[in-house]
Structure formats: C-alpha cells, structure tokens
C-alpha cells in the first residue's frame, strides 16, 4: 500500500516509526526512573516519620510521668501546692503532645493519599485520629478544678492517658510493618518495570527492523538501481534500461533516465546517419570535383577529334552519295552487301561521335564554375513550361504528368538551371514508367523554403541504386541510353543554390520519389568543387 506512495511521505512514515521508537524507550525510562523517585521519596518520607512518632511516644510518656506525681493530700496545704506544680507541668507537657502530633501529622500530609505498599497510611491517619480524639477527652478532663481530688476524675485520666499512650505506641509499628512489606512491593515494581522494559526494547528492535527494511526497499535499494543502471550506461550499453516499480520520485528518475538515454541514442543515430550522409556527400562531392576538374582539361581535346571524325563520316557518305542512291534504287534481293555495310558503319560513326560530342557538351556543363545570375522566380510558372514542354515529346505521350500547387512560391534562383534540374527529374522518371504510368510533381511552401516533389510508379530504385544515384556516370536505365552525368549536374546545381536534393524508394517495382528543398532567399553559397576550380 505504501509502495506506492511518494519519498516525501515514505519518510514521513520512516520518520513516524523512529518518533514511536524514541517515545517507547523514553515512556519506558521515564517510568523507571519516575518509579525509584517515587519509592525513594516516600521511603525518606516515610523513614522521617519515626523520629517524630518516637518524640511523640515521649511526649506522651512525660505527660504520664508528670501526672504519676500527683498524690493524695495527707496535708492539704501542702497537697494543693505541689498538685498546682503538677497541673501546670501536666499542661505544659499536654502542649507538647498537640505540637509533636502537630509535626507528625503535617509529615503525613505530604504523602498523598489512599496510596499502596509503603505509601499506605490510612492505619497511621486513623491512629492519629483516634489520638487527637483522645487528647480532646484529656484536656476536657483536665480542665476542671481540683481534679486531682476528685478519684473518678483521676481514674478517667489516667485510663485515657494509657489509651493514648498505647495509641502512640502503636504509631512506630504501622511504619515498621510497611517497612518489612517494602521488600515484596519492591520485588513486584521492579519484575513490573523490568517487563515493561523489555517489552518496549523488543517492541524497539521490532521497528527498527521495520524502520530499516522499509528504508532498504523504499530508498537505499531504489538508489543502488540507479546507480548500477548509470554505470551500465555510462560503460556504454545505451540499450540498457534501469526498471523501478516503485511508483515514487525513484521511479520518476529512473524513467527520465530512461529517456535521457533513449534520446541519446536517438541524437546518437541521427548523428551517426548525418554523418554518414555528410560523407556520402563529401565523397561525391569529391567525385564531381575530380570529373569536373578531368572535364574541363579533356574536353575541348575531345570535341575537335570527335568533329574530325563526324566531319570524315559526312565527306564519306556524301562521296559516295551516288553509289548509296543507285543501289538503294535496287530491288532488295539484288543490293550490294557490302555497300549497305559502308552505309551502316558510316551512319554508326556519325551517331556515335555526335553521341560522345553531346557527353563532352555535358561535361563542360557540368564543369562550368562561373557565377550565375540569381533572381526572384516563379516556381510555378518555371514548372510549367517544363511539364508543358516535355509533354509533347513523342516519346512521352502515353504517360501522364499530374502538376499540384495550391500557393504562389517565389524563389531567387536561376531559372536555366532549375529547369534543367526539373528537366532531368522527369525525363528519368518518364523513362521509368511503363504505358500509362503517371508522374506527380508537388510545388509548396515548407518551414521557409520552397519544397518540390517529382514522384512516380514506375521500376523503383534498390537500396544500392539509391547510394550511388548522384554519382557522376552512374546509371541504371531500362533503356540503357545516358550518361549517368544528368543527375549528377542537377544534385551540383541544387548544392549551389544552397538547396538539398534527396531520392527514396521502398525498392524495385513500387516508384520513386524525388525531393528538392530551395531556400526562397539567394545565398553565396560555394561549394568546395567551386573553391577547388577557383584555387586551381
């Protein structure tokens, strides 16, 4: 039940727990020692009232002894006399009877009453009564003239002086019997107190235990999770995770460490991912510096062999243009092989050189570093003319282009080279197609950039096509036609403009989707090809 609770009230009831340890001990101690107090005050108390009844036995015996004097007058002018001298001696002496039961009764007093064992003095209080009673009969006979002429007056006297003289006596005996019952009552208070004690320690330790297993359970092994859990990651093991069921601040901090670690890994692996793309990049970036720079040594050493060689095919096939007419003007079964040869790997010539003088074009484009002009653009009317235009390509007319742009998108671009861009993403994905097949381009705004999608259903792309789709010379056309150079052109013209360019594809058969993000803003962007142009 209160596992489930939070530290603060875990400790609270830790802290509950130890308050009722300490006041057990405390209750127990306190007891004991209010009980010795106890039984030690009222033994001194008790021990002081002997003194005082042994001096009230002795007042009582010197107002015995004081009237043993009085005699019968043989000579009544001497009789009255000395029996003057015994009345007045006999009242001093009853004075001081009534002061020393004064001091022992006030030394009652101070025991409370109705207590038990030593503490019972209800016989001495009764005693005392009976006493003072006494006294009262004594001082009513006492007071009348010539009592001690008087024999009946006399006898009274001295049987109530001898009732009072056994009261007293009976004083020191009442004390001296709660005396000799102090050791049994001793004995019970301290079997009582020491039971008492030792259920209150065993009732200590029994929540101690408590107190220290609930802290075991609710704190110290909580702690020792975590800091195992941290150690495990810290080593490394980022897929480990520390499990509390606690339901407390302890498990809230293992689940924000869980978490602190799952978006490590998170941040880990898209670190990881951009740094594996930063050095796709690189490498290709790389590549095209390399082709470029080989571009713009070689090519203008190609173009003029290559036009040396179209130019030779033309002057042959133009030399030898009547030949090829007559014997095209033949029936088929009378044709002269090896003309129709001539012919063939003339046109092939013609075709090849101007096939390899159009690569040699690209390669120049594709080597160009000189600074373009950027201006604000239409994104949508530039993507128009181009699906407008490659729409009317033979080629191309049993496959559809569907355009989709709901917002008015201006960039500052150059627009040559974007359409080229656009240009090469639709031809390719056109080319991918079957009959019928459908090409999708999206123009629209996304997080301050202009977004543009070319997406199709035609073959796909392979995971491995996809790694090295923009690398210069890469190709995978059904066809078997290209360069390999288009994309590579267009991936080096969107980096320039300080755009991305990104291609995906869940695998052969199911399209391909092409992604171009440019900033709506013209950047100085340079790329490191440009830097390297520029410094060589």
Not at 81 to 100: E, I, M, R
Not at 299 to 314: F, V, Y
Not at 517 to 524: E, I, M
């Amino acid at each position: 039940m209160f596992a489930r609770c939070s530290i603060r009230y875990k400790l609270l009831i830790g802290v509950s727990l130890l308050f009722l340890i300490v006041c057990a001990l405390s209750v127990s101690g306190l007891l004991g020692v209010n009980s010795y107090r106890g039984l030690v005050r009222t033994v001194s108390l008790r021990a002081a009232e002997l003194p005082l009844a042994d001096e009230l036995t002795r007042s009582v015996a010197e107002v015995r002894i004081t009237f043993g004097r009085f005699r019968p007058p043989h000579d009544v002018g001497d009789s009255r006399v000395h029996n003057a001298l015994v009345h007045t001696q006999f009242g001093y002496d009853l004075a001081g009877v009534k002061q020393a039961l004064k001091r022992y009764r006030e030394q009652l007093e101070q025991i409370e009453p109705n207590g038990t064992g030593i503490r019972d003095n209800r016989d001495e209080w009764d005693t005392v009564t009976s006493i003072q009673r006494t006294l009262e009969r004594i001082e009513d006979l006492s007071e009348a003239e010539n009592w001690g002429l008087e024999a009946y007056r006399s006898d009274s006297l001295r049987e109530e002086l001898d009732v009072l003289y056994q009261l007293a006596g009976t004083l020191p005996g009442h004390l001296q019997s709660r005396m000799s019952q102090l050791k049994g009552n001793a004995r019970g208070e301290y079997h009582t107190l020491i039971g008492m004690t030792w259920a209150t320690s065993i009732m200590s330790i029994v929540m101690l235990g408590i107190l220290v297993r609930l802290f075991y359970s609710w704190v110290f092994r909580p702690l020792r999770v975590l800091i195992e859990g941290s150690r495990v990651v810290a080593s490394g093991n980022f897929e480990h995770r520390t499990q509390l069921n606690s339901h407390d601040e302890m498990a809230e901090l293992a689940t924000t460490l869980n978490d602190m670690t799952t978006q490590f890994c998170e941040i880990r692996d898209d670190l990881d991912q951009q740094v594996q793309q930063r050095t796709k990049e690189l490498v290709r970036s790389e590549q095209l510096a390399s082709v470029g720079f080989l571009a713009a040594g070689v090519s203008h050493e190609i173009n003029n062999p290559l036009a040396i060689i179209a130019w030779s095919a033309e002057s042959l096939e133009s030399r030898m243009h009547d030949i090829i007419y007559a014997d095209d003007m033949k029936p088929d079964d009378k044709h002269n092989q090896e003309v129709t040869i001539l012919k063939k790997y003339l046109r092939r010539i013609q075709d090849e050189a101007f096939r390899c003088k159009g690569i040699t074009e690209k390669l120049l484009d594709f080597s160009r570093i000189g600074d373009v002009d950027h201006h604000d653009a239409n994104l949508q009317e530039l993507t128009s003319d181009v699906i407008e235009m490659v729409k009317h390509i033979g080629s191309y007319k049993n496959k559809h282009i569907e355009f989709q742009c709901s917002e008015h998108v201006v960039a500052c671009v150059n627009s040559q080279e974007i359409k080229q861009v656009l240009l090469n993403l639709l031809t390719n994905a056109l080319d991918s197609l079957d009959e019928d097949g459908t090409v999708t381009v999206e123009l629209s705004l996304h997080r301050g950039q202009a977004k543009l999608i070319v997406r199709d259903n035609g073959c796909g792309m392979s995971a491995e096509v996809l790694e090295h789709l923009f690398e210069p010379f890469f190709t995978r056309r059904r066809d078997g036609q290209g360069t390999g150079l288009g994309l590579s052109i267009s991936y080096r013209i969107v980096v320039d403009h300080g755009g991305k360019i990104k291609a995906t594809s869940d695998g052969p058969g199911t399209g391909a989707q092409f992604s171009v993000f440019l900033p709506l803003v013209g950047t100085q962007h340079e790329t490191q090809q440009q830097r390297r142009y520029q410094v060589a």
